[in-house]
């Protein structure tokens, strides 16, 4: 039996977790702390490194509040956490400026003049398209990815750029942060395109770092998700309230370990995530690419398996977007029955429950209102920056029930197109794991299933399940588990939505609107959204 901590760092707050691992992996404990998104008007999305690793801190500190467990009985840490960011650090490991988010939109420029121009394929140079494809297995075409954030401040901030000692992503931040080295775990040198996937030569390639001129000293060492790093500091541990020496291990990004969480870990398993983000991702044994639906087989925690993996920008973001913006009525009502000692956390938890329940009264379909989920440009099956979301097929007796009901909706439909996008190169399950917070609700669970016409299965707090394959990682780390394709046999099933055919007819006819309101608006949102 042994104790473990996982750091699930997301894009809105950290969610600390404490667990048992024996025949099982038990969360005794948690805690969580939010954090800001500086959101900029040129496209920015930054985060504050400071403010990270107070919420590690304090988190941390608050598992031990009941004494059930003592801080020298941890025996390992590890992360999972939002992946693609871009955390420039100095020589003595602090960040030199507010790390920039996945979600960051500002470097066009770069990424036109690095990968645009010349004769396209899917709007990439094909010579350079080709050599990223053989290389890597994927291509950096997106404006989010870190390479052009990292090109971004060469051009803009050449002062910062001249002090940059290490380019890192948000956990390796943290995990320099714990132990003073520093390193990037497989799939987030993978995230960077700028890593050679082929067997035998895998590390970073020193062919792709001169085609798009990346100072390769910058790049730090690669490690497994399963490496032991190194031992907390006594600075560090201090800090966090834990054991120095204590063994801090790679952990990986949340694409990593969600669907090891979800229990999805041998070749052909699909899982659905829907967060902050969304995704879609099976389980492959090869790398495959679709360049035209920009979907690749990232490199994950395992070994020799892969994740055909499409993502959606804004998914549980559009809910929330709905209760700061739309449901504000409803809000009042609710919290009306509320005791005001609760915190608003408790609030604004079970406040989601109340606005799932209350759609729920309404007709699928929610009376002809589609809504588009692209809150924060796309990725899949398009990628465009300036894709925006819009509400379609308002008439006089629309309500509000039915608009929120239609996020929600949209947002299933979304994922539904990556699905699909994906059975063109590779066969998804029958039946998927549902996994994030959207699959704490009953009625988003079986929207999907309808939606989809596949069964959809959840786990025990399907929220966590990034935790849970933070300890598994530290569970392989420290010889409990003999590897990771054995989680499955930890994680069992606890709901099971079969799909409703009746209802599905009703989606699968608005679905096919839905899928034409991209191309229909696409020249209309360039116009409005284009700096």
């Known amino acids: 039996m042994k104790y473990t901590i996982a750091y699930d760092i997301g894009t809105t707050g950290v969610k600390t977790c404490l667990f048992r691992i024996d025949s099982a992996i038990e969360l005794i404990e948690s805690a969580q702390m939010g954090y800001p998104l500086y959101v900029l008007p040129n496209g920015g999305v930054e985060q504050d490194a400071d403010e990270w690793w107070h919420a590690m801190c304090e988190t941390t500190k608050a598992l031990f509040q009941n004494g059930c467990v003592r801080p020298e009985e941890i025996e390992g840490i590890s992360f999972c956490s939002q992946m693609q960011g871009l955390v420039l650090i100095d020589e003595s490991g602090m960040a030199l400026r507010r790390p920039m988010s996945y979600m960051d939109q500002r470097a066009k420029a770069e990424i036109k003049a690095g990968m645009a121009h010349g004769i396209q394929i899917a709007g990439a140079n094909i010579s350079k398209l080709a050599k990223s494809l053989v290389l890597t297995g994927a291509v950096s075409s997106s404006v989010k990815d870190p390479v ?8 803009h901030e050449p002062a910062v750029y001249k002090r940059i000692h290490k380019w890192l992503d948000v956990k390796e931040y943290l995990i320099g942060r714990c132990t003073g080295k520093y390193v990037m775990t497989e799939d987030s040198a993978f995230a960077t395109f700028l890593y050679d996937t082929r067997k035998g030569k895998r590390g970073w390639s020193e062919s792709l770092c001169k085609m798009l001129k990346v100072n390769r000293r ?23 309230g ?30 659905i995530y829907s967060g902050t983000s969304g995704w879609v991702s099976t389980v492959v044994d090869k790398q495959r690419v679709d360049t035209q639906a920009m979907i690749a087989a990232i490199i994950g925690a395992q070994e020799d398996r892969f ?53 729920g009264k309404v007709p699928p379909g929610s009376n002809g ?16 920056p300036n894709a925006a979301g819009m509400f379609f097929n308002i008439r006089l007796d629309t309500g509000k029930r039915d608009l929120i009901r239609a996020v929600l909706e949209g947002v299933c439909y979304h994922l539904r197109w990556m699905l699909e996008s994906q059975d063109r190169k590779v066969k998804t399950s029958d039946a998927i794991r549902f996994v994030g917070g959207g699959a704490l609700s009953d009625v988003t669970c079986q929207m999907l299933a309808d939606m989809t016409g596949r069964t959809i299965e959840t786990v025990e707090n399907p929220q966590n399940v990034g935790s849970v394959g933070a300890a598994a990682v530290t569970g392989v780390g420290l010889g409990i588990i003999s590897q990771l394709e054995d989680v499955r046999q930890f994680i069992p099933i606890q709901k099971t939505y079969h799909p409703n055919t009746d209802t599905k007819v009703i989606y699968d ?14 020249k209309h949102f360039k116009a409005l959204n284009t700096q």
């Open 148 to 155: 052009w954030k990292y090109k971004w401040v060469e051009n």
């Open 218 to 240: 910058h790049l730090p060492e690669i490690v497994k998700s399963t490496t032991l790093v190194g031992g907390l500091t006594v600075k560090a541990a201090k800090e966090l």
């Open 242 to 271: 834990l054991a120095k020496g204590t063994p801090v291990f790679g952990g990986g990004g949340d694409a990593s370990l969600i669907g090891i969480g979800a229990g999805c870990t041998t070749p052909g398993e699909t899982h």
């Open 307 to 359: 994740n055909y993996f499409a993502e959606m920008e804004t998914a549980g973001k559009c809910l929330e977007w709905v209760k700061d913006h739309l449901a504000l009525d409803e809000i009042g009502i609710y919290l009306e029955k509320k005791h005001v000692a609760e915190t608003q956390e408790k609030i604004y938890t079970s406040l989601y429950d109340y606005l799932t329940e209350t759609v």
């Open 369 to 384: 209102v589609i809504f588009t989920p692209w809150l924060h440009g796309n990725r899949c099956p398009f990628e465009d």
């Open 509 to 522: 006819h608005q679905y096919q609107v839905f899928k034409t309101l991209y191309q229909s608006n696409k």
